[in-house]
Nanobody, 122 residues
């Protein structure tokens, strides 16, 4: 079992930056791939970024590529999402998720956090 808690969301102006954190409980966190997903107002939850269990590989949705960076520190049981050059369309609740597969699909992740709100003003 893994419990995930996101933090770091908030209100930022367009062009600004935020760093989200996903803190995990449990000694086995390093065995899981981690993904970040987001759900904007009236939209489906969509994939944003993912990282393998050892951090060697990352993958990004086209909409965030070049602006977002996913990192993990297994010693701290934490995964980060550094978000730069934020746009109003990045406004969403951001969720981190852990699973056995390095994937862009929600169903491949068994454990989810409660989400953190990111609002980007124009």
């Amino acid at each position: 079992q893994v419990q995930l808690v996101e933090s770091g969301g908030g209100l930022v102006q367009a062009g600004g930056s935020l760093r989200l954190s996903c803190a995990a409980s449990g000694r086995t966190f390093g065995r899981y791939a981690v993904g970040w997903f987001r759900q904007g107002p009236g939209k489906e939850r969509e994939f944003a970024a993912a990282i393998t269990l050892n951090g060697a590989r990352t993958y990004y949705a086209d909409s965030v590529k070049g602006r977002f960076t996913i990192l993990r520190d297994n010693a701290k049981n934490t995964v980060y999402l550094q978000m730069n050059s934020l746009k109003p369309e990045d406004t969403a609740v951001y969720y981190c998720a852990a699973g056995n597969s390095y994937s862009t699909y929600r169903d491949d992740y068994a454990y989810w956090g409660q989400g953190t709100q990111v609002t980007v003003s124009s």
